[in-house]
Nanobody, 128 residues
Framework: VQLVESGGGMVQPGGSLRLSCAAS????????MSWVRQAPGKGPEWVSS????????YYEPSVKGRFTISRDNAKNTLYLQMGSLKPEDTALYYC??????????????????????RGQGTQVTVSS
C-alpha cells in the first residue's frame, strides 16, 4: 500500500490549494478514504472522509463549507480542495485509508477517525 500526497505549499489567508493523494498497491475504489492533519505540537485531527463511490462526504465543522473532498477511482486519486484558508489550517495534511474495505465508515464519525495506512503528508502553511 502506498499513499503519496502532493499539492501543499505556502498561501496567504483567504487563498486556496488543491491537495492530491495518489494511491497504489490496493484496489482504491474498494476503500473509504480520509484526510487527516497535524499541526505543530498537536495530535492528529480528522478533516474529512469520503465513501467508496464518492457520493457521500463528511467534514470536520471548522472546514465545512471551505474544503471539498473528492475522488477519481479511475485515476486512483483522492483530492482535497481547500478554500478561504486560515492560519489555523496550517498543518501537515495526509490521506488515510479505512482499515477495512467496503462501506466501513457509513457516516459514523468515530469510525472515520480509524485508518490503517496513511501517507507521508504534504505541508500546508497559511501565513501573510
Amino acid at each position: 500500500v502506498q499513499l503519496v500526497e502532493s499539492g501543499g505549499g505556502m498561501v496567504q489567508p483567504g487563498g486556496s490549494l488543491r491537495l492530491s493523494c495518489a494511491a497504489s498497491g490496493f484496489t482504491f475504489s474498494n476503500y473509504d478514504m480520509s484526510w487527516v492533519r497535524q499541526a505543530p505540537g498537536k495530535g492528529p485531527e480528522w478533516v474529512s472522509s469520503i465513501n467508496t463511490g464518492g457520493d457521500s462526504t463528511y467534514y470536520e465543522p471548522s472546514v465545512k463549507g471551505r474544503f471539498t473532498i473528492s475522488r477519481d477511482n479511475a485515476k486512483n486519486t483522492l483530492y482535497l480542495q481547500m478554500g478561504s484558508l486560515k492560519p489555523e489550517d496550517t498543518a501537515l495534511y495526509y490521506c488515510a485509508r479505512a482499515p477495512f474495505s467496503g462501506s466501513y465508515y457509513n457516516g459514523d464519525r468515530i469510525r472515520m477517525r480509524e485508518y490503517d495506512y496513511r501517507g507521508q503528508g504534504t505541508q500546508v502553511t497559511v501565513s501573510s
